[in-house]
């Protein structure tokens, strides 16, 4: 079964801290992945997207890495600020119909 | 550009009653979809569709309607509201080339009694 596993559920750092989340998806075939970050009440904003031979792109402090091979990918937030706070959604595109497949998303919270 | 906007922001319907759900965008994509979004879960896909006057069932259709009969909207009925369809609605739209990732409105949240 398609699908595509967050971790950890929830963070809470202190501001100017860096965090890792992390990405596994069991997506076959596999076409690309995304990194979307949502605000509290408002719709998702792609932040990054990688193909097969890409394994790392940057976005400002967003740093997204995709080991292929091992089917993980990982989001990286440098310095990060209160306005970080939200969740991040990673999404597979692949199967057999080339849908996007959602994880369930990282909820951020960076506090002062 | 307004990009995606959705109508209306917020709604509570009784159970049994019906609604449309508007999706409009300003960028000229071919592609349009809906998406539903439950706590603990992933968004999951409803309707989409592939160019005006075309529309397709995603993963979770049952119990709801769609139509694109302009390229520029996006409309999603529901014909008899259940409690299980309390959720916050989302359509996105993209450019049918360039592998560009969809675009999302601000969502619709609808209350179910």
């Known amino acids: 079964k398609n699908q595509v596993e967050q971790s950890p559920q929830s963070l809470i750092i202190l501001e100017g801290k860096n965090c890792t989340l992390q990405c596994n998806y069991t997506v076959s075939p596999f076409s690309n992945l995304r990194w979307y970050k949502q605000d509290t009440g408002r719709g998702p904003v792609s932040l990054t997207i990688m193909t097969f031979s890409e394994n790392t792109k940057s976005n400002g402090r967003y740093t997204a890495t995709l080991d292929a091979d091992t089917k993980q990918s990982s989001l990286h937030i440098t310095a990060s600020q209160l306005s970080d706070s939200a969740s991040y959604i990673c999404?597979?595109?692949?199967?057999?119909?080339?849908?996007?497949?959602f994880g369930k998303g990282t909820k951020l919270s960076v506090k002062p | 550009n307004a990009g995606v906007t959705q109508t209306p922001k917020f709604r509570v319907l009784k159970t049994g009653q019906s609604m449309t759900l508007l999706c409009a965008q300003d960028m000229n994509h071919e592609y349009m979809y809906w998406y539903r979004q439950d706590p603990g879960m992933g968004l999951r896909l409803i309707h989409y569709?592939?160019?005006?006057?075309?529309?397709a069932k995603g993963e979770v259709p049952d119990g709801y309607n769609v139509s694109r009969l302009k390229k520029q909207n996006f409309l999603l009925g529901l014909e008899s509201a259940a409690p299980s369809q309390t959720s916050v609605y989302f359509c996105?739209?993209?450019?049918?080339?360039?592998?560009?990732?969809?675009?999302f409105g601000p969502g619709t949240r609808l209350t179910v009694t």
């Open positions: 569709s592939v160019g005006e006057g075309t529309t």
């Open positions: 999404v597979v595109r692949g199967g057999s119909q080339g849908n996007l497949i």
């Open positions: 996105a739209s993209r450019p049918s080339a360039g592998g560009i990732p969809p675009y």
